[in-house]
């Protein structure tokens, strides 16, 4: 009866075919262990660790589960279900599924002169602005920060800045040329004392 059954119909969603035969198929969680005939019904075994099936099956070997990066453990697998993996740190979904993540990717990275206008997460990209003039960025930072003032604390500008650096400033140096002038007149001075003092000392002056 099951041989002309077997050859004229197509199985039920239920059973899975066998030569002539359609088998009941095994639970979510079990494998075939024989296969069913005439006489007997479909033998299932239950799955091992570390393997799973997640669906009436007429497997003969259920599915080696997903393993994970150390730490990104959602949930763990079970003979009915698969391990569910999170993106690592840094990374977030590209092609998110009912039960995980089947590929990520690296967030990206801000340049100097952007800012993190929106930190990236598990599911989204990181997203970049430009920092506006007078402000300056590394690529780090969540918000442009403004020049540093150097008048403002009585210090010289040394370095003007960029949209990816900070002014530079130094202490407040004297005027150089009142150095030198300062320098030359005092030599002057020194010469001419010199002076004064030989021509007294060999009585070159007379009354």
């Not at 799955?47 to 997640?54: A, K, S």
């Amino acid at each position: 009866m099951n041989i002309f059954r077997g050859h004229a119909l197509p199985c039920h969603p239920s059973e899975y075919q066998i030569d002539s035969e359609c088998c009941p198929k095994c639970l979510p969680g079990s494998q075939v262990e024989t296969d069913c005939t005439e006489f007997r019904s479909t033998s299932c075994l239950s799955c091992t660790e570390g393997t799973f099936i997640n669906h009436p099956t007429g497997r003969r070997q259920c599915y080696s589960c997903t393993i994970c990066d150390a730490g990104r453990i959602k949930t763990s697998c079970t003979t009915t279900s698969d391990t569910v993996c999170e993106p690592l740190e840094g990374f977030y979904c590209l092609n998110s599924t009912e039960d995980g993540c089947m590929s990520a990717q690296r967030h990206t990275l801000c340049q100097p002169g952007q800012y993190i206008s929106q930190k990236g997460t598990a599911l989204t990209d990181t997203e970049c602005s430009d920092c506006s003039a007078g402000t300056y960025s590394d690529g780090t930072f969540p918000s442009c920060r403004p020049h540093t003032q150097c008048e403002s604390m009585n210090l010289q500008l040394i370095k003007a800045g960029t949209v990816s650096t900070d002014a530079q400033c130094g202490e407040q140096s004297s005027n150089p040329t009142g150095i030198v002038i300062g320098v030359v007149v005092g030599a002057v001075i020194f010469y001419l004392f010199i002076i004064c003092t030989v021509v007294r000392r060999d009585g070159f002056f007379y009354n």
